[in-house]
């Protein structure tokens, strides 16, 4: 257990849909990635945010956004959603300054 | 930009052999290496890493890496493959990003499959 929880573990939806998915951090860590893994680009970083801001950007659709409150818990925002996006998307979290980072165990979204 | 490539996509040995997971990796700077491990529905559990020092690294489970400069290789290795080995392997390299960021990048992964 790394100490990174998601939820929900499971996400079934309809294309043109909005969901929500959640990750809380290891305690203490300011740092929370969020990747996605599907079948067509493999594992992908999406976005990062430290402390609650925004710090690094990767392969992330503009139907896509994330915050990070004041707790530090983030949440990744997929919106008009399209069967191409089911896929596992991971968080993951670290110190600052550190170069190892700590998956969660992932929520699996499915669009039909 | 950085990159990973796993050149083996599909890997099957006998339970007892030996393994070898290769990975290459183009990065400009030091990298920071990563084996990670994952089984079917599973998320990513870290094996092992690499970040400077000696370059023969131990981790989980009887795995170990060799960081070869050289040949920008960081291949994963075990000794007596156990059934409970068959899953999917992804090396990965962390990448530092402008504004102080940083990502992993991760190879396509290997599958391997265990045969008894």
């Known amino acids: 257990d790394s100490g990174v929880t998601q939820t929900p573990k499971h996400l079934i939806t309809a294309t043109g849909q909005r969901v929500t998915l959640r990750c809380s951090p290891r305690?203490?860590?300011?740092?929370v990635y969020w990747y996605q893994q599907s079948l067509d680009q493999g594992l992908q970083f999406l976005i990062q945010?430290?402390?609650?801001?925004?710090?690094a950007k990767g392969n992330i659709l503009e139907r896509f956004s994330a915050q990070q409150f004041p707790d530090l818990h983030s949440e990744l925002n997929l919106s008009s959603l399209e069967l191409g996006d089911s896929a596992l998307y991971f968080c993951?979290?670290?110190?600052?300054?550190?170069?190892?980072?700590?998956f969660g165990p992932g929520t699996r979204l499915t669009v039909l | 930009a950085q990159s990973v490539t796993q050149p083996d996509i599909h890997i099957t040995v006998s339970e007892g052999a030996s393994l070898e997971l290769r990975c290459n990796y183009s990065y400009g700077a030091t990298p920071y290496l990563f084996w990670y491990v994952q089984s079917p529905g599973q998320g990513l559990q870290l094996l092992l890493k690499y970040f400077s020092g000696d370059t023969l690294v131990q981790g989980i489970k009887g795995f170990e890496a060799e960081f070869k400069r050289s040949q920008s290789s960081f291949n994963l290795r075990k000794p007596s493959v156990h059934w409970s080995d068959a899953a999917e392997y992804f090396c990965?390299?962390?990448?530092?990003?402008?504004?102080?960021?940083?990502?992993?990048?991760f190879g396509t992964g290997t599958q391997l499959k265990v045969e008894l």
């Open positions: 305690s203490g860590d300011l740092s």
């Open positions: 945010y430290y402390n609650g801001e925004e710090r």
């Open positions: 990965a390299v962390v990448g530092i990003l402008t504004g102080g960021g940083n990502k992993l990048t």
């Open positions: 993951a979290s670290n110190v600052q300054g550190s170069n190892e980072q700590f």
